[in-house]
């Protein structure tokens, strides 16, 4: 790292947004002001510093979350930027894990779309503090004030916007300030100068009136947020501008308000108000709070407080492989200083660890650094055995901090190498990808001899299939799409098993008694050992848990998952002689297996939440498709012309949707859509696909 700065004088921040919402072409925007990158980029031609890898630039859409490094106002501001698309939200979920503030850039004319209320749920449950660039003001239907109207009514957000567009003849020409009262001109396309702002200027007597009564809406919702400011502000006392900006400050970082700029990044419009917002606004790490953690071995919660003296604490967000060097592993450094050549302990998985060379990343670039203290973003060579959402600290103060949270795959797909000599190598590339990728995930099904790998949707697997063949070099055939289904039960059970072996010689004894019943969706897995008196000794209590987790794996209507299901190890009996792991292992799992079944097992299916924007002339068509397709309305809105329908979609009916969509409306509607949760598989479709009329299922 080149020069060291206060943790007060460090922005962590990340570019979040729908799918051609603008973020890279905003990224692109500020690295080229702040002098990172001496040419802006384009993601159409394929030319962008962020988007680095070839998938990336071919389809001009943004696939892994990249890292870089700027400077402004004397301030470092490291960055990610993230993918809008809903096939990779796991890059976004874990980017805002370490992050302390985002910029969420919606489309002006668009306003907030289906993934921009997935990023902002995202960034709600991590606490991450938001300003918002509204994008593309120089498109036709542009409107600041209808944008600000989404982000208040679609995700319940408190919007403050600090611009007013200035229009001569509905052409985006200018901002005006409503803190500072003057009015920026831009130059558009041609204003690329490095540093150059847009001067004050006057603001037009034709735009006065509406600067005041915006100016006066602004200062009333800052004020609400101090008691200090609003007494004075209801006594008539003028405000000064640094205290109502400290006041915003101040209830950005506390998540009550969301200040809003706007501008055009392809035309460079706006973007010095975004990264003087990032300063004024975003928090540093000092002023979010300090990182909890678990002490190892013990149940008891300890905050690392964001200090380069305090005991280390770093945490891995993500895995990369370099082909130039190598395994790369990203780290947030929540305090302590990491050194590079030390020794480490990863905490989460009780291994020792080198720290090889840590670096520091522009997008796909590289630059040594000795050391990085805490509050900045890093990635570190030699860390052979740390994974996504790891921990890493010093031996003498251990400490494990809550890993980020990744959704289940939905799709899955059969592969297998075109030749038998590409056998392991297809196996060391899987591997490699699930290593990278925590929502990729891999197994061997063994009743049909196949190698299924499941991801978040069709792009998803696609593009990894992609790398597969462009990294490691293997050609690979893959089956059809099908539906990562999972299996639940309904109904509580207690449940009896017994492996019992006993042939002559040592034999096996196992016997246990479960209690198994459901839990509320999304809770998961959770296994109980309620074991008192020495029924089962503690030596075998593991075993029965890997036994169980094992059977949870195959569920008994389709050998689909189970989720959300609680076990309790309640009694069970032993052999002295005959006893042993494996046999409780396998007492677990019969027990299990032979429970599951009495406990009212239900399939469940994957529901997607899509919205489809259609012309008006076209909706009766679209609306009767997705009727046909077991669509459930949410709701449907009109805009000038435009009808766009909320719906909820199983994620079996939305193969090959692209097609019907493009036939039914003539190629004039397009829709998004993203996973919302799983639901029981109605009667009748279950009957169908026990008799294999679904057979893309």
Not at 474 to 491: C, L, M, Q, S
Not at 522 to 538: D, T, V, Y
Request: one cysteine or more; hydrophobic letters at 40%; charged letters at 25%.
């Amino acid at each position: 790292m080149s020069e060291s700065f206060r943790i007060g004088d460090i922005r962590n921040i990340g570019f979040i947004a729908h799918i051609d919402a603008g973020k890279t072409t905003v990224t692109e925007r500020v690295l080229y002001l702040a002098g990172r990158i001496h040419r802006v980029g384009g993601v159409d031609e394929g030319t962008t510093v962020m988007d680095w890898m070839p998938q990336e630039r071919e389809r001009g859409i943004t696939i892994t979350a990249a890292a870089t490094t700027c400077y402004w106002n004397d301030l470092r501001i490291n960055i990610i930027d993230t993918p809008g698309h809903v096939d990779f939200t796991a890059e976004v979920e874990r980017s805002l894990r370490v992050l302390d503030g985002g910029i969420v850039v919606l489309d002006a004319v668009a306003g907030v779309q289906p993934q921009s209320e997935t990023v902002w749920r995202q960034a709600d449950n991590y606490n991450v503090p938001r300003i918002c660039f509204v994008n593309k003001m120089d498109r036709a239907g542009a409107s600041l004030e209808r944008t600000v109207d989404t982000i208040r009514h679609r995700l319940k957000a408190n919007p403050v916007p600090i611009q007013l567009p200035l229009l001569e003849n509905t052409v985006f020409k200018g901002v005006v300030d409503l803190l500072e009262g003057h009015a920026l001109f831009f130059s558009g396309a041609s204003d690329k100068s490095n540093g150059s702002r847009p001067e004050p200027s006057p603001i037009p007597q034709e735009d006065r009136e509406e600067f005041e009564s915006h100016r006066e809406a602004m200062i009333e919702k800052i004020v609400e947020t101090d008691e200090g400011l609003m007494i004075r502000y209801l006594e008539g006392e003028a405000l000064p501008v640094d205290e109502l900006r400290a006041a915003l400050r101040r209830a950005t970082i506390g998540g009550r308000l969301v200040p809003v700029v706007c501008g055009s990044a392809l035309a460079g419009m706006g973007i010095h108000a975004v990264m003087d917002a990032i300063v004024d606004y975003l928090p540093s790490p000092a002023e979010v709070p300090a990182v909890t953690g678990t002490l190892v071995g013990k149940d008891q919660e300890v905050i690392r407080e964001a200090r380069s003296d305090a005991p280390l604490s770093a945490l891995a967000f993500k895995v990369t492989t370099d082909p130039f060097v190598g395994r790369l592993v990203y780290l947030r450094v929540y305090s302590g200083t990491l050194k590079a050549g030390s020794s480490v302990i990863n905490t989460t998985r009780d291994q020792r660890e080198r720290m090889g060379r840590v670096l520091q990343m522009h997008a796909n670039h590289r630059e040594e650094s000795e050391s990085v203290e805490a509050g900045n973003i890093c990635a570190a060579v030699g860390l052979k055995n740390t994974f996504t959402g790891d921990t890493i600290c010093t031996r003498d103060a251990p400490v494990v901090l809550e890993p980020p949270q990744f959704p289940s795959p939905v799709l899955s797909v059969s592969i297998e190498p075109m030749t038998r000599a590409d056998q392991d190598r297809l196996t060391y590339a899987l591997t490699k990808l699930a290593e990278e990728d925590p929502t990729f995930e891999l197994r061997y099904d063994q009743e049909t001899g196949q190698t299924l790998i499941s991801g978040m949707g069709e792009l998803h697997l696609e593009v990894l299939v992609d790398r597969i063949r462009r990294e490691f070099n293997v050609d690979a055939h893959v089956g059809k799409p099908k539906v990562a289904y999972r299996e639940a039960i309904t109904a509580p059970v207690k449940i009896e098993g017994r492996f019992v072996r006993q042939t002559g010689g040592r034999g096996q004894y196992g016997h246990v008694w479960l209690e198994i019943e459901p839990r509320d969706r999304g809770e998961g897995f959770l296994f109980e050992n309620l074991i008192h008196g020495g029924a089962i000794p503690r030596e075998y209590i593991p075993a029965v848990e890997r036994g169980v987790k094992e059977a949870v794996e195959n569920g008994p209507l389709g050998g689909f998952p189970l989720i959300d299901v609680k076990v309790r190890l309640v009694d069970g009996s032993f052999h002295q002689v005959d006893s042993s792991e494996m046999a409780f292992k396998a007492a677990g799992t019969i027990a299990f297996r032979d429970g599951v079944k009495k406990a009212s097992p239900i399939l469940l299916e994957p529901v997607m939440e899509m919205e489809v924007v259609t012309p008006g002339e076209f909706l009766g068509d679209v609306l009767g498709d997705l009727s046909s397709r077991r669509g459930q309305i949410r709701n449907i809105e009109g805009q000038e012309g435009i009808q766009v329908i909320r719906v909820l979609m199983p994620l079996a009916e939305t193969f090959a949707y692209t097609t019907t969509l493009r036939s039914v409306t003539q190629g004039r509607a397009s829709y998004t859509m993203e996973f919302r949760d799983y639901e029981p598989v109605p009667e009748s479709i279950l009957a169908e696909m026990v008799h294999g009329v679904k057979l893309g299922v």
